[in-house]
């Protein structure tokens, strides 16, 4: 049986190793000339810069994959676990370390801002019970088939449905929680890891706090792209053959099923077709002529990103791995990317520098900056107006937090936005997370990782079913294992 998949992003390469280990000869087609669509990396002047993802979290979904390897293949993918999750910085010169161990990162809260430590470690717990009682439903399988709500997954979370955070929001129950502006700011900033809103998404996103400060934060020896880099070699070693500058047209469908692929004008024959394209653009471009699930495609999209990558040709010893320079009005800052759908003036700034970890990723005494601020989807901006704007409030806010006049420690640079997101990984809006999950009912308005109507038609990665980030693109190449046929 022959399974073709449109893109090599993280949900593409995924599913395509797990059909191949099913049986299936497996075909990708991807657009660009090299694979990963989002984790990828480049380099520029001496400086090598991890493109899309920096932060890690549930590494044994990766390596669930390695172990799928053809017998003998001898692929490995070492990483280490993290101390530190993230440096926060305020600019009235407050400065918290989050720690991934629960106990040692309430303790510092405790010394910083004179929280009892139990406050968190409480929190932390419910973060823990919600995500262990809800992820088997929500994140593992399908919420589109009815067998789903007859499996004994559905019990805990039914009965614990009041304490999961479902009808309130991530903010409401932070502030009810922790009752410390910082701290609420600092948990609620995980509602932008799907790329949503605190003062809208539901509670029950404050469990993804479990993830970085529970279970911990990871680093691939080599970087973020090691990911990508170490399961094409997994899909090649089961014969996966990646087909690279071959954008596909066309679905084709005949009598309800899917049956392979127009690419470059060339009709290719499959029993089973993945798209991990976005979506929306799967929908307008590939499936043209079916019918358009419009109430799916329409949902608001996630946040965008602009990034600028700095080759600094200094070490700034007050930095970690992941750092975050907090806006002073975190709800102005959200009103802005999801209601104005503009950026505002005092932007919360994330700044990853993988050389702390690998040096090799900068020349001797310097450090390789990914600077990213959350911004709205593309609906057509001006960004060549924002973006050098943008560039002063962000050095100012650093500079001002570090003492010092950073523009002229910038020796290269190279900028994402939301349109080259969009281009590059056809990504609609160029959002980075598919749909947002700023309404209670988001898990279940995403698109299913199958086609209702068509036979043969599978969904993977961030724009789809469980959503997006890589576990959860991970996990939608697990769900269409379970969902398609054995060979
Ligand atoms: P994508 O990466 O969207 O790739 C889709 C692929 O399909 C692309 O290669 C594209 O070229 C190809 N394609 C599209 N159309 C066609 C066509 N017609 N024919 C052939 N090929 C086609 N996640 C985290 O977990 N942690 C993070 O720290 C994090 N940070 C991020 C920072 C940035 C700047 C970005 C951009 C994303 C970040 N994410 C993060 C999100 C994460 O990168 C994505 O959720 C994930 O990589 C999406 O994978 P995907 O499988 O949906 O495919």
Redesign the pocket.
């Known amino acids: 049986m022959k399974a073709k998949i449109?893109?090599?992003?993280?949900?593409?390469?995924?599913t395509a190793i797990r059909l191949a280990k099913k049986g299936y000869s497996v075909e990708v087609?991807?657009?660009?000339n090299?694979?990963?669509?989002?984790?990828?990396a480049f380099e520029q002047d001496g400086f090598r810069f991890d493109?899309?993802?920096?932060?890690?979290?549930l590494p044994e979904l990766v390596d669930d994959l390695i172990t799928l390897q053809k017998e003998g293949a001898n692929i490995d993918f070492p990483y280490d676990k993290l101390d530190e999750s993230c440096r926060y910085f305020w600019d009235d010169s407050t400065q918290l370390t989050a720690y991934t161990n629960p106990e040692k990162f309430s303790k510092e809260v405790e010394k910083v801002f004179d929280i009892p430590a139990k406050i968190i470690t409480q929190y932390l717990k419910e973060a823990s019970f919600k995500y262990e009682k809800s992820s088997k439903l929500f994140l593992e399988k399908s919420l589109h088939k009815t067998s789903t709500f007859f499996t004994k997954e559905i019990i805990p979370a039914l009965l614990n449905i009041y304490r999961l955070g479902l009808f309130e929001t991530m903010h409401q129950l932070n502030s009810t929680k922790l009752k410390h502006p910082k701290i609420e700011q600092l948990f609620d900033r995980f509602a932008t890891?799907n790329?949503s809103d605190p003062y809208q998404a539901p509670g029950i996103l404050t469990s993804i706090a479990n993830l970085e400060l529970n279970k911990g934060t990871y680093y691939p020896t080599e970087g973020?792209h090691q990911i990508t880099e170490r399961l094409v070699q997994v899909a090649e070693s089961l014969d996966v053959k990646f087909n690279y500058n071959?954008?596909?047209?066309k679905i084709i469908i005949e009598s309800g099923k899917a049956k392979g692929l127009q690419?470059n004008g060339e009709v290719l024959s499959a029993d089973l077709v993945v798209?991990?394209?976005?979506v929306y653009?799967?929908y307008k471009?590939?499936l043209s002529d079916q019918q358009q699930p419009e109430a799916i495609l329409n949902q608001e999209r996630s946040s965008?990103?602009l990034?600028f990558y700095w080759g600094i040709n200094r070490e700034f010893k007050e930095l970690g791995l992941h750092n975050i320079f907090f806006s002073n009005d975190y709800k102005e800052e959200f009103r802005h990317i999801f209601k104005l759908k503009s950026v505002f003036s005092d932007p919360t700034i994330y700044v990853?520098v993988s050389s702390k970890q690998t040096p090799q990723d900068a020349p001797d005494g310097m450090e390789n900056w990914?600077v990213?601020i959350n911004v709205p989807a593309n609906i057509g901006q001006d960004w060549d107006v924002i973006i050098p704007e943008l560039k002063k409030t962000v050095i100012a806010k650093i500079g001002n937090r570090l003492g010092v006049a950073l523009e002229q420690y910038i020796v290269t640079e190279n900028i994402?936005d939301p349109r080259s997101?969009e281009s590059?990984?056809?990504?609609y809006q160029?959002a980075?997370?598919?749909s947002s999950s700023n309404n209670r009912y988001a898990a279940f308005l995403r698109h299913p990782n199958f086609h209702q109507k068509i036979k043969g038609l599978y969904f993977?990665?961030?724009?789809?079913h469980p959503?997006?980030?890589?576990?959860?693109?991970l996990l939608?190449a697990k769900i269409i294992d379970d969902l398609s046929p054995n060979v």
């Open positions: 449109v893109g090599a992003g993280i949900g593409g390469i995924a087609y991807e657009q660009n090299y694979p990963g669509g989002k984790l990828t493109a899309g993802p920096s932060l890690f979290t890891y790329g973020m071959s954008s596909v047209e690419v798209s991990n394209m976005d653009p799967t471009k590939l965008s990103a990034i990853n990914f990213m994402l997101i590059k990984t056809s990504s160029g980075l997370y598919g993977s990665g961030g724009s789809v959503g997006g980030g890589i576990p959860l693109c939608s």
